[in-house]
């Protein structure tokens, strides 16, 4: 019954911004870490932000310092992904990922993950 269900992704022009959000349900949204991960055709899954229970501690990848932001809200069980000063090699599915570790977070056999949510960017 858990369930991440990714939305706002798009199709945008190089140096736009996009906005995500991952809904969970059927989980204690608080006690759970919270990551997004990408994959883009032809590569391996990789790692772009974390954020822990509280939202007091946030993690991101070099790629993408300084450009998203991740945030989440607890009342709304709700995680987000503030995506601005996008660039072409951002373009990827993006998926919601969620575990009781932050240090845990992309793990293919405990955790639960989202759908994902196809973001491009065009230049």
């Known amino acids: 019954q858990v369930q991440l269900v990714e939305s706002g992704g798009g199709l945008v022009q190089a140096g736009g911004s996009l906005r995500l959000s991952c809904a969970a349900s059927g989980l204690a949204f608080r006690n759970y870490a919270m990551g997004w991960f990408r994959q883009a055709p032809g590569k391996e899954r990789e790692f772009v932000a974390a954020?822990?229970?509280?939202?007091?501690?946030?993690y991101y990848a070099d790629a993408v310092k300084g450009r998203f932001t991740i945030s989440r809200d607890n009342a709304k069980n709700t995680v987000y992904l503030q995506m601005n000063s996008l660039k072409p090699e951002d373009t990827a599915v993006y998926y919601c990922n969620a575990d009781l570790e932050a240090s845990t977070l992309g793990s293919d056999t405990r955790g639960y993950w989202g759908q994902g949510t196809q973001v491009t960017v065009s230049s």
């Open positions: 954020i822990n229970w509280s939202g007091g501690i946030t």
